[in-house]
Nanobody, 125 residues
Framework: QVQLVESGGGLVQAGGSLRLSCAASGRTFGSYAMGWFRQAPGKEREFVAA????????AYSDSAKGRFTISRDNAKNTMYLQINSLKPEDTAVYYC??????????????????WGQGTQVTVSS
């Protein structure tokens, strides 16, 4: 069992940057593949980025490539999402998720076992 808490969201102007954090409880964080998803109003929750449990492998959605960077610090039980050159279409609630111990990362939200409560990112034009 792992509990996840996101932070770092807020209101930012287009072109700005944010770093989201996902803090995890428990001593097994380092064994979980992790992912970031986002959900805009009226839309389904979509994959943004994922990282393997050791952090050696990452994956991004097409919309995230080049502007988003996922990383993790297993010593701090924390995962990050750096977002640069923010656009109004990035406005959404951003969720972090964890996938079962020693699993590979996944793009499908149904393959994740634990979710945080989300953090709102709003980008003004």
């Amino acid at each position: 069992q792992v509990q996840l808490v996101e932070s770092g969201g807020g209101l930012v102007q287009a072109g700005g940057s944010l770093r989201l954090s996902c803090a995890a409880s428990g001593r097994t964080f380092g064994s979980y593949a992790m992912g970031w998803f986002r959900q805009a109003p009226g839309k389904e929750r979509e994959f943004v980025a994922a990282i393997s449990w050791k952090g050696y492998s990452t994956a991004y959605s097409d919309s995230a490539k080049g502007r988003f960077t996922i990383s993790r610090d297993n010593a701090k039980n924390t995962m990050y999402l750096q977002i640069n050159s923010l656009k109004p279409e990035d406005t959404a609630v951003y969720y972090c998720a964890a996938r079962g111990a020693y699993s590979s990362y996944a793009r499908n939200r149904d393959e994740y076992d634990f979710w945080g409560q989300g953090t709102q990112v709003t980008v003004s034009s």
